[in-house]
């Protein structure tokens, strides 16, 4: 692939079995790697919206779209460059690091605090994947037990 730029991909489909299996088969098809994978139902509707993160070409990218359009249950993609984007992260720290120390990391990155054990902390962040990025980068002066970043959701500016 020439051109290894970030793209967003966001495809309204029908909620049926198989749609997601078709959509990232065109995907593979192409020998495109999808980065994260976020789908989630459209509240009130009987649809659901796929976010895809890969990179890549725009020539391959556009065959891509080209073909979502055609597979059946597929409404909307939308591959555009003004989307507003978040996603989430868990971080799961030991109870022996400082509370006040990873609130102060949560409340940075738009986060808080979601749960304290008897043995551990679990803070959590939503923000933009870079800055996802660099919370995750950051908790590792807290020895972080298990960290789990979901995928990104993108909305059309």
Partial sequence: MSDKTRRVVSVLVENESSVLSRVSGLFAGRGYNIETLTVAPVPDTNRSRITIVTKGSQRVLEQITKQLHKL???????????????????????????????????????GEIVNVGSDMIIGMAADEPIRIKHFIEASSRYNPIEIVRGGVVAIER
């Fill in 72 to 110: 059946i249950p597929i409404h909307k993609v939308v591959e555009h460059e003004e989307m507003v984007e978040k996603e989430m992260v868990l971080a799961k720290f030991p109870i022996t690091e400082s509370l006040a120390d990873i609130q102060a990391l949560c409340d940075a990155y738009n």
